[in-house]
């Protein structure tokens, strides 16, 4: 069953990284300015932290398999809705509501894996997770680029709605009743807009601080996707080696995740793997802002995917291990909404502070350390508070 269920969030990121390499261009073809490209882009993430939020309070109150179908068949079909988009308006609207769709899918599918994993590794199967979304991350572009170049968009949009109707079946059929209990009778009879839940999650230290790494993470990969691109167009290197070095860090990972070494995330204190993690990654973007020779920069991505291996897992794990299970779809559904928000932030807030691509990597290091700073310091405060009631 659990490999099953990273099969399922294979599927899940599949329909993100798709999408990635294909829709800046399809935008420009209906003849979208560069304003609207950027808004075409990054509107997905923008919507689908609203989509994150809804599955979390939704998964808590009708259960991770339910909502991880409704995702699937509503996310499959808006990818039909593509085909059909003749105008850049047109394409505004479909991105809008594939964000909120596809935002039921994520927090669905990790509720599904932790429930499994209680009691058991959840370090270890947060790990392979990881996993799981790094091989989407290096499988998705290649699909999108071969598919597009052989067949065509029409063809590249159909297949992804028929693979994530795939991904509907398998949870239909496969997964049997999500073990997220009903939601408590008082939580039931609050208001429907209620928010209780979620500030009852965020009074939790330990989830706290898994927000906060994972904002600052995709907030560190949101200025990677900006600022490399760039700089190896500037060094006059070929089109597909910033391909090359974001798949560098992805396939680091997934062999982090897969060999005996995700044992760590069971063993180590999350806490501890991610202040190792982060450090990892602050330090390897200042390295590749001065780095200028591509074998180093390939060394660097790699050394960058070490630190992404550390910090994914752990950041999960510590949000697993400090909720109940009838708050984990909240939680995972806040969780990934920072991701979203942190991929928005990074490359959409960077951009417009800097044209500079090394100074970009510089600020998002800087960024890192500071989420670092701010994670010891709610540890520190929480053990002072201790101490004093201590006395």
């Known amino acids: 069953m659990k490999r099953l269920l990273y099969g399922i969030v294979m599927l899940c990121f599949m329909d993100l990284f798709i999408q990635l390499p294909v829709m800046g261009p399809f935008a420009k073809s209906l003849g979208a300015g560069s304003f609207v490209i950027g808004l075409a882009v990054g509107l997905y993430s923008l919507t689908n932290m609203f989509g994150n ?30 085909p059909l988009v003749t105008q850049p308006l047109h394409l505004i609207i479909v991105r ?49 680029g071969i598919t597009k170049a ?24 496969a997964v049997p009743a999500s073990r997220v209990k ?55 290197f070929s089109a597909q080696i910033s391909g090359l070095l974001l798949s560098t860090f992805g396939v680091v990972a997934i062999i982090v995740f897969v060999l005996p070494s995700n044992r760590w995330f069971d063993r180590i204190s999350p806490l501890t793997l991610m202040y190792s993690g982060g450090a990892v990654i602050m330090l390897a973007l200042l390295l590749l802002s001065f780095s200028n020779d591509q074998m180093a920069m390939f060394a660097v ?72 700073c701010v994670v010891a310091s709610l540890q520190y405060a929480e053990l002072k508070g201790k101490e004093k009631e201590a006395s």
């Open 53 to 82: 939020i809804a599955a979390g309070y939704w998964i808590d109150r009708y259960g991770a398999r339910a909502i991880l179908l409704l995702g699937f068949v509503l996310t499959a079909g808006v990818m039909l809705l593509y």
């Open 96 to 144: 809008f509501i594939h964000g909120l769709t596809g935002g039921l899918l994520v927090p669905s599918a990790f509720t599904l894996v932790s429930h499994y994993a209680s009691g058991q590794l959840p370090g270890r199967a947060m790990a392979l997770s990881g996993a799981a979304v790094g091989a989407a991350a290096i499988v998705g572009p290649a699909v999108a």
């Open 150 to 173: 052989q067949l065509g968009l029409t063809p590249l949009f159909i297949g992804t709605s028929i693979l994530l109707a795939l991904g509907a079946l398998l949870s239909a059929v």
């Open 182 to 236: 009903q939601i408590t009778r008082k939580l039931q009879s609050s208001s429907p807009h209620s928010m209780t839940g979620f500030e009852v999650i965020l009074r939790k230290r330990p989830v706290v601080q898994s927000y906060i790494g994972a904002f600052s993470l995709m907030f560190a990969m949101g200025a990677l996707t900006y600022a490399l691109p760039l700089k190896v167009d500037e060094l006059g």
């Open 301 to 372: 991505m790699g050394f960058y995917g070490f630190g992404f291996s550390l910090l994914f897992p752990s950041m999960n794990a510590l949000l697993v291990n400090n909720v109940s299970a009838e708050s984990k779809g909240r939680a995972f559904g806040l969780f990934y909404a920072f991701f979203s928000l942190g991929v928005v932030a990074g490359s959409s807030g960077i951009g417009a502070l800097t044209a500079n691509y090394d100074i970009a990597l510089r600020i998002a290091a800087g960024f890192i350390l500071l989420a670092g």
